[in-house]
Nanobody, 123 residues
Framework: QVQLVESGGGLVQAGGSLRLSCAAS????????MGWFRQVPGKERLFVAT????????NYTPSVRGRFTISRDNAKNTVYLQMNSLKPEDTAIYYC????????????????WGQGTQVTVSS
């Protein structure tokens, strides 16, 4: 059982930056594809970014490409999401997830989820 704990959310003005972190409990962290998703209350959870097990490959939803960067440090069992040029429409609860499906963009590709961290971007 992999436990994931997100941190780094908060309130920021439009155009600002935040860096989210997700710490994993398992030493097998380095074998998982990691993903970030976001969800607005009452709506479905949507894909944001994913990174393969060794960090060499990434994929992003088009609306964040060029603004967000996913990375990982397998020595620290941690995945990051650097978010720049934030917009009010980026406001959501952000979740990290771990799974075995290669660079999955669907929630069904992930087996383990964190509790989420709130990101609020004011205009």
């Amino acid at each position: 059982q992999v436990q994931l704990v997100e941190s780094g959310g908060g309130l920021v003005q439009a155009g600002g930056s935040l860096r989210l972190s997700c710490a994993a409990s398992e030493r097998t962290f380095s074998s998982y594809t990691m993903g970030w998703f976001r969800q607005v209350p009452g709506k479905e959870r949507l894909f944001v970014a994913t990174i393969n097990s060794n960090g060499g490959l990434t994929n992003y939803t088009p609306s964040v490409r060029g603004r967000f960067t996913i990375s990982r440090d397998n020595a620290k069992n941690t995945v990051y999401l650097q978010m720049n040029s934030l917009k009010p429409e980026d406001t959501a609860i952000y979740y990290c997830a771990a799974g075995n499906a290669w660079l999955a963009v669907s929630t069904s590709g992930y087996h383990y989820w964190g509790q989420g961290t709130q990101v609020t971007v004011s205009s």
